[in-house]
Each structure stands twice: as C-alpha cells, then as structure tokens.
C-alpha cells in the first residue's frame, strides 16, 4: 500500500507565499515522475508541475505560473515540495500531488493524494 499525504495548504493574503509538501510512504521500491495539479472551483484539474527523479522539472504552460512558482523534491525523503510566491486569488485551489511509484509486484503505478485546500483573500 503506497500513501502520498500532502501539507502546507491553508488561507493566505494576495501577495503571500505558501509551501506545500507531499510525502509518499509505504511499499516504495523507486519513484519517477512527481508532480503537482490543482482543481480551482468550477473548473478541471490542471497540471502545475512535475520533476523528474533526476530533478528536471517541467511547468504548466502558463504565464501565470512562470516565475511564481517552484517545484522541487527530497529523494531521501520521498517527498515533493511546491514553494508557492507571490499568490493572486486566481490560484486558489484544492492542490494535489502525483507519483509515479515502483510498488510491490515490480509494478509502477500511479498514485494521487487527497488534495489540499489553497485560498488566496484579496
């Protein structure tokens, strides 16, 4: 069984910064790709980043995210990290973290994590 428990969501003024963490735990042989998505209300679940185990990272192609936003990982640690600046009521959103994790039976599969809620006030 392969966990990944997010945290670091929360309220926070226009202008602010946040930094969410997501750590993967269980029966965990390797992870490739990890990655971060949001789902603001009303809307669908869009890509915001993911980093490859080798640290290569990849944003979501939007301006409003370039510069903003950085994704990075602790290996040792299993875990992903998403430092959040400069926040505008538009990023407001449930932030969910993917793995792609290498799991008992020599599978790799792909696993979620429950969300965490990012409200930014104005």
């Known amino acids: 069984q392969v966990q990944l428990v997010e945290s670091g969501g929360g309220l926070v003024q226009a202008g602010g910064s946040l930094r969410l963490s997501c750590a993967a735990s269980g029966i965990i042989f390797d992870i490739n790709t990890m990655g971060w998505y949001r789902r603001a209300p009303g809307k669908q679940r869009e890509l915001v980043a993911t980093i490859s185990s080798s640290g290569s990272t990849n944003y979501a192609d939007a301006d409003s995210l370039k510069g903003r936003f950085t994704i990075s990982r602790d290996n040792a640690k299993n875990t992903v990290y998403l430092q959040m600046n400069t926040l505008t009521p538009e990023d407001t959103a449930v932030y969910y973290c993917?793995?792609?994790?290498?799991?008992?039976?020599?599978?790799?599969?792909?696993?979620w994590g429950q969300g965490t809620q990012v409200t930014v006030s104005s």
């Open positions: 993917n793995a792609r994790i290498l799991t008992n039976g020599n599978r790799w599969l792909n696993y």
